[in-house]
């Protein structure tokens, strides 16, 4: 599946992978993800995208990115949107969709494997535009979830499918009971 003098870029969808994690019971260990991939190639870039909620108050997800930006991954953030839905509920978006495929399309000539995290359905043609450049695409979710978190037709078009479930011992803790404020932005904005 992956080849150590091959050119990886890693490609998170920070809310779908976080959302992946929790359905299946588990948290994330950044740095031991990291690790994981710098094992598995040359590691060129680690990108994670996520919205900020930002505005007078302290954004939850802040000390997460603040992490990940000091130890070596790629921040691509933007301000979240904030709207009362027909219900009167307060919702948030923060879709990270296009900033992640321009990137991979950008960085496609300089790399020879790509791992895109996010179950995402929406990224089936840009999974279908690296492969024609001659890159490989794995992607990582999960369909152990109930509902799975991967859309069929993105797993059908990688060329490697990774369970997430199957590297919760490589990258996996288990679930912090702090910062509950976190999981519950996360989880409002992974907009699938």
């Known amino acids: ?14 809310s779908n992978l976080y959302a992946a994690a929790k359905a299946l019971g588990f948290d994330i260990d950044y740095k031991l993800l990291r690790q994981e991939f710098v094992r598995r190639g040359k590691m060129l870039r680690a990108f ?16 997460l990115v603040d ?3 000091y ?10 949107k904030e709207y009362t839905d027909s219900q009167g509920r307060r ?27 996010s179950g995402d359905g929406d ?15 794995s992607v990582v979710s999960t369909i152990r979830s109930q509902p799975p978190m991967i859309a069929d037709e993105l797993r059908r078009q990688a060329d490697n499918f990774i369970e997430l ?6 990258i996996g803790r288990s679930p912090r ?16």
């Open 165 to 170: 479930d199957e590297l919760r011992d490589v």
């Open 48 to 63: 994670y995208y996520t919205a900020l909620l930002e505005n007078d108050e302290y954004s939850p997800i802040r000390p």
């Open 71 to 80: 130890n070596g991954f790629t921040m691509v953030t933007k301000p979240a």
């Open 177 to 192: 009971e702090a910062a509950p404020a976190e999981r519950s932005f996360e989880v409002a904005s992974s907009g699938k």
């Open 1 to 14: 599946m992956f080849y150590k003098d091959e050119r990886l870029a890693l490609f998170i969808d920070g």
């Open 123 to 137: 990224f089936r043609p840009l999974v279908e535009s690296l492969q024609r450049q001659g890159v490989r695409v």
């Open 67 to 69: 992490w990940l930006h």
């Open 91 to 117: 919702k948030v978006k923060g879709n990270m969709d296009i900033e992640l495929t321009v990137d991979a399309m950008e960085l496609a000539p300089r790399v020879d494997h790509v791992v895109l995290f």
